[in-house]
């Protein structure tokens, strides 16, 4: 409901990164969302097509990962992923409060071209 | 020219998160306990924090920190009861952040100050994602919203320490398994600590203060 918000963080990021390694054009970017980060992929790659309009963003492709929630079942010694929002390993039964991935928001890496 | 790949792997929600552990670094040198209270509109809040605030105002010095969208109600509604509020209008954002917070902080003292509540926008989605420098997300489920909520809305339920489950006088003209909430919530997140409540009757607040007092006193100065 905010990926407005969120696509301009990640171009305030993505343009610090390209400038840090002088790209001077960006093709693409891979991001890397959690399935509990509540981050509709669509929504974000709209704003991020406009909020990107005029920078060397603009046009770039958003690669999006999505991250499944897996948790760790401390009796089991496995993780497990977590479906429906259910923490229950599906093994014993047992609910995991140890969540390992799931939560990600980030972004991994640029694609682009090097300036002179 | 030539095409090259860079790694980055930076949080997007970076700058956010850092102003959050600002806030946070700030509660814990004064000693203030900081509670994130989030919910749907109106499923009763403002009414928790009065009840909360008529029953703690004589042993702490409290703060309120109000999130709506638009108008100065809640403020208004808090400070009539003798206690200190700053209302933030997001002017539409449907949730608060860590940098609101901290422009809402330079309108109060924390000195002296013993809990600050923020009161959250109402919206069961949002909210849950940002971290604003609290040390405990408190949520409310009122059982006119239905038993699904937590199978539908699962984030919230997920990150917070405590629900209070609301208008649990309402019981007899609902369609609601309060039951069904708990186990589904438990399978959600094990640790949560669960109270019924009603804010309209104070039926089992006491049960919600019991912990708010106990959280407080241990993070006095």
Redesign the interface.
Request: aromatic share 0%; charged share 20%.
């Given at each position: 409901m905010h990926e407005t918000s969120i696509a301009q963080m990640l171009s305030e990021i993505a343009l610090e990164e390209a400038k840090k390694h002088s790209l001077s054009r960006v093709s693409s970017l891979t991001v890397q969302i959690g399935e509990m980060a509540a981050v509709v992929p669509e929504a974000l790659t709209f704003a991020f097509s406009i909020i990107s309009k005029g920078t060397i963003l603009e046009g770039a492709r958003l690669n999006i990962e999505i991250v499944p929630i897996v948790a760790w079942c401390s009796q089991c010694n496995e993780p497990f992923e977590v479906e429906n929002f259910s923490f229950k390993c599906p093994e014993c039964g047992r609910i995991s409060d140890n969540c390992l991935s799931g939560q990600e928001l980030l972004l991994v890496s640029l694609e682009g071209e090097k300036g002179d | 020219?030539?095409?090259?790949?860079?790694?980055?792997?930076?949080?997007?929600?970076?700058?956010?998160e850092k102003i959050a552990k600002i806030n946070r670094a700030l509660f814990d040198s004064k000693g203030v306990f900081v509670i994130n209270l989030m919910s749907s509109p109106g499923a009763g809040k403002t009414s928790l924090l009065e009840r909360t605030i008529a029953a703690l105002k004589d042993c702490f010095r409290i703060i309120v920190i109000e999130g709506d969208i638009q108008s100065q109600e809640d403020a208004l509604r808090i400070k009539r009861l003798g206690v200190e509020a700053v209302q933030i209008n997001t002017g539409g954002?449907?949730?608060l952040d860590a940098n609101m917070i901290q422009s809402a902080l330079e309108q109060v003292s924390l000195d002296g100050c013993d809990l600050l509540i923020v009161e959250n926008v109402g919206?069961l989605?949002?909210p849950?994602?940002f971290e604003l420098g609290e040390h405990k997300k408190v949520m409310i489920l009122s059982v006119t919203e239905g038993d699904d909520k937590p199978?539908k809305y699962?984030?919230m339920f997920?990150k917070s320490s405590v629900l209070i489950i609301n208008k649990i006088d309402l019981l007899p003209y609902v369609t609601c398994n309060v039951d069904k909430i708990k186990r589904v919530v438990?399978?959600?997140?094990?640790?949560i600590d669960i109270f019924n409540v009603s804010c309209k009757t104070g039926e089992g607040v006491d049960k919600w203060l019991e912990w708010l007092k106990s959280q407080v006193s241990s993070f006095r100065k």
């Open positions: - | 020219m030539s095409d090259v790949s860079v790694t980055v792997v930076r949080n997007i929600l970076e700058a956010q954002a449907c949730h919206n989605v949002c849950a994602e199978l699962p984030l997920q438990r399978e959600l997140n094990p640790q």
